[in-house]
Antibody, heavy 124, light 108 residues
Framework: QMQLQESGPGLVESSETLSLTCTVS??????????WGWIRQPPGKGLEWIAS???????YYNPSVRSRVTISVDTSKNQFSLKLNSVTAADTAVYYC????????????????WGQGTIVTVSS | DIQMTQSPSSLSASVGDRVTITCRAS??????LNWYQQKPGKAPKLLIY???SLQSGVPSRFSGSGSGTDFTLTISSLQPEDSASYYC??????????FGPGTKVDIK
C-alpha cells in the first residue's frame, strides 16, 4: 500500500521560504497513473489545494499562491517538494501531500491517499 | 474559480439517525464532486468520488447523490465513529480544485 510522508521545518520566519518534502513509499513516483500534490489547512479552517505535479515535471498551481510557490519532483529519491516564498502568518497551516489517481477516469481530481500532515508555523 | 458552499455548517444528531449534508457549486460541475471525512488531528479521508461512487473500504451507510450544482452526502444510520467534519470538493476544472467550508457532525 502506497504511503506518503511529509517532512520539513515546523517553524519558518516571516518573509522567508517554506520548504517541504513528501516521500512516497510502497510504489514509484514515476507513474502515469498519478498526479502528486499539496493541500493545506489553516488552524480551525478548511482545505485549500496548492499545487500538483506529474512525474515528468508538468505542474499546476492555485492562482492564489502561484506567484510564490514552486512544486518539483525528484524521481531518484521518490520524492516531491513544495517551496513557498515570502511567507506570512496567513501561511500557517497543516500541509498535506496527496495522491490524485488517474487510472479510473471518475476518480480524476479526487485525492485518495494523504500524508499525515505537517504543521508549519510562520513566526514574526 | 468555482466556489463551493455547504449546509449546514454543523449539526448534532443521535446514533441511528439519517443525516444529510448539502453542497452547492457556483456553476455546473456535472458529477465532478468528491466528499471527504476528517477526524480531529487526522488527514481527510476520501469517502465518495464522482458524486456517488463509494471509495473502497468505506461503509455502505455513506452515499452521495446529485449532479450539476447541487449535491448531497447521506449517512443512512449515524454511528459514533462518524463524528467528524465533512468536506466537499469540486474536480470539474482539472487541477483548479476547490473545497467547501465543511460541515461538522456531532453525536448527541
Amino acid at each position: 500500500q502506497m504511503q506518503l510522508q511529509e517532512s520539513g521545518p515546523g517553524l519558518v520566519e516571516s518573509s522567508e521560504t517554506l520548504s517541504l518534502t513528501c516521500t512516497v513509499s510502497g510504489g514509484s513516483i514515476i507513474s502515469s497513473s498519478y498526479y502528486w500534490g499539496w493541500i493545506r489547512q489553516p488552524p480551525g479552517k478548511g482545505l485549500e489545494w496548492i499545487a500538483s505535479i506529474f512525474y515528468n515535471g508538468r505542474t499546476y498551481y492555485n492562482p492564489s499562491v502561484r506567484s510564490r510557490v514552486t512544486i518539483s519532483v525528484d524521481t531518484s529519491k521518490n520524492q516531491f517538494s513544495l517551496k513557498l516564498n515570502s511567507v506570512t502568518a496567513a501561511d500557517t497551516a497543516v500541509y498535506y501531500c496527496v495522491r490524485e489517481p488517474l487510472v479510473v477516469i471518475a476518480m480524476i481530481g479526487a485525492f485518495d491517499i494523504w500524508g499525515q500532515g505537517t504543521i508549519v508555523t510562520v513566526s514574526s | 474559480d468555482i466556489q463551493m458552499t455547504q449546509s449546514p455548517s454543523s449539526l448534532s444528531a443521535s446514533v441511528g439517525d439519517r443525516v444529510t449534508i448539502t453542497c452547492r457549486a457556483s456553476q455546473i460541475i456535472s458529477s465532478s464532486l468528491n466528499w471527504y471525512q476528517q477526524k480531529p488531528g487526522k488527514a481527510p479521508k476520501l469517502l465518495i468520488y464522482a458524486a456517488s461512487s463509494l471509495q473502497s473500504g468505506v461503509p455502505s451507510r455513506f452515499s452521495g447523490s446529485g449532479s450539476g450544482t447541487d449535491f448531497t452526502l447521506t449517512i443512512s444510520s449515524l454511528q459514533p465513529e462518524d463524528s467528524a467534519s465533512y468536506y466537499c470538493q469540486q474536480s470539474y476544472t482539472p487541477r483548479r480544485f476547490t473545497f467547501g467550508p465543511g460541515t461538522k457532525v456531532d453525536i448527541k
